[in-house]
């Protein structure tokens, strides 16, 4: 019980923050698989992790139609897009890879639940 608590209780000020930065729910939960690691919290300021987390949500939402159980280059072709994003906003390169693969899975949470609105 007192798990769940816990639980309720993350789920609650996540909300309150994803709508303190304006955000969508994709797009926070893109946002919090950027913002998880302390380096990228000191380099980049709050609105370019916010900007960030609004492109790499576009990006996603451009390629909603793809099977990604079948289409391994598309993952392969994101992965590569996620990259080039990170850099384009000077995310930091030491912790590149672990936010590409966080991303990623997120990303494909995500263009699933949109193929079916």
Known sequence: MEE????????VASDAE??????SDFE????????NNESARELMQHDNLRDLAVVLTQKVR???????????SFKAKLKVIIKRTLRQFGYPPDMQLLATETVLKQ????ASELAMQ
């Not at 451009?62 to 391994?72: A, C, G, H, L, Y």
């Open 107 to 110: 990303a494909e949470m995500i």
């Open 62 to 72: 451009e390629n909603t139609s793809i099977d990604w159980t079948i289409k391994e």
């Open 28 to 35: 926070y939960a893109f946002y919090s698989a950027v913002a």
């Open 4 to 11: 769940l608590i816990n639980i309720s209780k993350e789920i």
């Open 18 to 23: 994803a709508k303190n930065l304006g955000l």
